[in-house]
């Protein structure tokens, strides 16, 4: 089985070249291999995650990709493993963007895990002078046996966001909540896995937000509590950070049940306006990953977004998303230039 390696540059005006990868391949061990050798001298990674089956082993990771994610997704199609990874050159914005993984916990409960996570966080940006309030900018939650254990981990994020004064009055923070296993998950707990971006200095930029309230509700109208998107504007160029968007309407509900064709046509609409209200578009995008409920439906969901997504690095993956309802959800991130 060959690799797969699909990148795309972002390079601005003077320096601070973004480079998105992603590879699908036979092992981790070409995966990684792949990844190294496509990054050039002079880059530094600044995010990235590895994405397995159930079965495939993983030994310790070693530099540069020491501290990236390890998620069971298991990708679709003909190889087992998918690497995504993120690198640049120097800039403001690799300096301002720290990036935190494999947050677990080894309570019984994912209640009490999905708080713990989350206090974590918070004590490791406290050690480093921020706060999940204050700083963190993007979150991914993945969580096991969604169907059953999400309603408790939206409890359990709701209650610590209130706590720390993340409220619908306020705001809350871009995220995908999906299925996952963590890839060395505890002999007890690990339920929920946490990993996050934050911002060392908000003041050296700035934050906005993206609702479409056209084609979205706010998200706590239905309970749960993230930002639609959230744009972070640096000195030469912005970040838009789509949060997992799926086929919902403006009220909050499942759009085209049964439907995933339809699904993903109204899906990738709502992820237009979103963009559109950042004053970017799909060209812009850097990186997809797009989750589906059941693999019978990648062939259909491939033959609506193989076009949109052609230029673009993207990985397909069994997770369950977080209404059985939903049969696909795609997050993205897209760079635009401010020169």
Known sequence: MNVKCNTKVFAPKGSGTELQIMVCAPSVESALRTAAESIPQGFSVIAGRLFLDEVTAVAPLERPFEAISVVRERPLGDLPVSLWIWASEPSLASELLVWSANIVSDKEKVYDQSQEVLCNYQQFLTSQGMNISDNCIRTWFFVDD????????????REFFDSVGLRADTHYIASTGIFGVPGKKPVTGGDVMLDALALRDPKKCSVRYLHAYSHLSPTSLYGVTFERGTVIDYDDRSHIFISGTASIDAHGK?????????????????VSVLLSEADASMED???????????????????????????????????????????????????????
């Open 146 to 157: 969604i169907d059953y254990k999400y309603a408790d981990f939206v409890r359990a994020r």
């Open 254 to 270: 499942v759009v085209h049940i049964g439907d995933v064709g339809k699904q993903c046509d109204r899906m990738m609409e709502n």
């Open 285 to 339: 995008v850097q990186m997809a990953i797009v989750y589906l409920r059941n693999s019978e439906d990648l062939e259909v969901v491939q033959q609506r977004l193989s076009f949109i997504l052609r230029n673009i690095p993207h990985t397909y993956l069994l997770a369950p998303v977080c209404r059985p309802e939903w049969l696909v959800e795609i997050e993205c991130l897209a760079v635009t230039s401010l020169s």
